[in-house]
């Protein structure tokens, strides 16, 4: 079973930047692809970012431009840089190894003035 300890999360103004950080363990980290998703309270959870064992990346098309996913295998852990941040980007942000089925707490961030 996967083990996810995310942080980064907070409060954050409209233009502000975070990073979130996914410390992930009980995996070979290295091969896996690994994901950030959000769910807004009411909507569905939605795919943000990947990243592939090969360091490929995809993003959302909300985020593209504004967010960045990384990676480092030597820590077992995988990051969001956020900036431009806007209202709507609101939500808690999971990470997850792609087809673990294991889902981690979380962590909320909030886009507000």
């Known amino acids: 079973q996967v083990h996810y300890a995310e942080s980064g999360g907070g409060l954050v103004q409209p233009g502000g930047s975070l990073r979130l950080s996914c410390a992930a363990s009980?995996?070979?980290?290295?091969?896996?692809?690994m994901r950030w998703y959000r769910q807004a309270p009411g909507k569905q959870r939605e795919l943000v970012a990947s990243?592939?064992?090969?360091?490929?990346?995809n993003y959302g098309d909300s985020v593209k431009g504004r967010f960045t996913i990384s990676r480092d295998n030597t820590k077992n852990t995988v990051y969001l840089q956020m900036n431009s941040l806007k209202p709507e980007d609101t939500a808690v942000y999971y990470c997850?190894?792609?087809?673990?089925?294991?889902w981690g707490q979380g962590t909320q961030v909030t886009v507000s003035s």
């Open positions: 009980g995996i070979i980290f290295r091969i896996y692809s």
């Open positions: 990243i592939g064992s090969d360091g490929s990346t």
């Open positions: 997850y190894a792609f087809q673990t089925g294991s």
